[in-house]
T-cell receptor
Framework: AQKITQTQPGMFVQEKEAVTLDCTYD???????LFWYKQPSSGEMIFLIY??????QNATEGRYSLNFQKARKSANLVISASQLGDSAMYFC??????????????FGAGTRLAVHP | EAGVAQSPRYKIIEKRQSVAFWCNPI?????LYWYQQILGQGPKLLIQ????????DSQLPKDRFSAERLKGVDSTLKIQPAKLEDSAVYLC???????????FGEGSRLTVL
């Protein structure tokens, strides 16, 4: 069975500081993908960053980077230089394989991040 | 490029009533998903379509939920009869092919009284 675990229900950080949001996963697939999404209070899910299981380098997208530790099955999101607009729910998700070669995306429970001025 | 469109944004019904949600994915996106997000939880996949065929509906409560994607474009999710525990945000998402990130709509928030 595939599972995503986010153990931090809530985190807070001072503006301009860096913060790490934890994510661990469980899968028996050899090939998989890990995603992070941001969900502001308005409700839409915004894609942030993607890491493939065979990617040797950690993914980076602007102020977002993914600390991928395959042996530990962790895919933590690092946000550098936090901004007030980063306050939101953050979800870690994993691409799992369905029969027929199709993929589905399963989500963790999320971490609520509050950025303080 | 237009995003994923969903309607209605908000719906309040009484238990045992029925409700339908509509989703129009991004043009050309073959894969369409319906997720249920209960307050304080992550989204849970209800059903996944590839064009107009169902590829996964293992978590869809089929005694009360139904979904269709006629002509492989827009989709409708129906709940009949609704229960209190169906109160949630129903998110529609689409993807161009079999891999890559999902693009989400703003969701339809259902309150069942």
């Amino acid at each position: 069975a595939q599972k995503i675990t986010q153990t931090q229900p809530g985190m807070f950080v001072q503006e301009k500081e860096a913060v790490t949001l934890d994510c661990t996963y469980d899968t028996s697939d050899q090939s998989y993908g890990l995603f992070w999404y941001k969900q502001p209070s308005s409700g839409e899910m915004i894609f942030l960053i993607y890491q493939g299981s065979y990617d040797e380098q950690n993914a980076t997208e602007g102020r977002y980077s993914l600390n991928f530790q395959k042996a530990r099955k962790s895919a933590n999101l690092v946000i550098s230089a936090s901004q007030l607009g980063d306050s939101a729910m953050y979800f870690c998700a994993m691409r799992g394989l369905l029969s027929g070669g199709y993929n589905k995306l399963i989500f963790g429970a999320g971490t609520r991040l509050a950025v303080h001025p | 490029e237009a995003g994923v469109a969903q309607s209605p944004r908000y719906k309040i019904i009484e238990k045992r009533q029925s409700v339908a949600f509509w989703c129009n994915p991004i043009s050309g996106h073959a894969t369409l998903y319906w997720y249920q997000q209960i307050l304080g939880q992550g989204p849970k996949l209800l059903i996944q379509f590839q064009n107009n065929g169902v590829v996964d509906d293992s978590q869809l409560p089929k005694d009360r939920f139904s979904a269709e994607r006629l002509k492989g474009v827009d989709s409708t999710l129906k709940i009949q009869p609704a229960k209190l525990e169906d109160s949630a945000v129903y998110l529609c998402a689409s993807r161009p092919g079999r891999t890559g990130e999902l693009f989400f709509g703003e969701g339809s928030r259902l309150t069942v009284l």
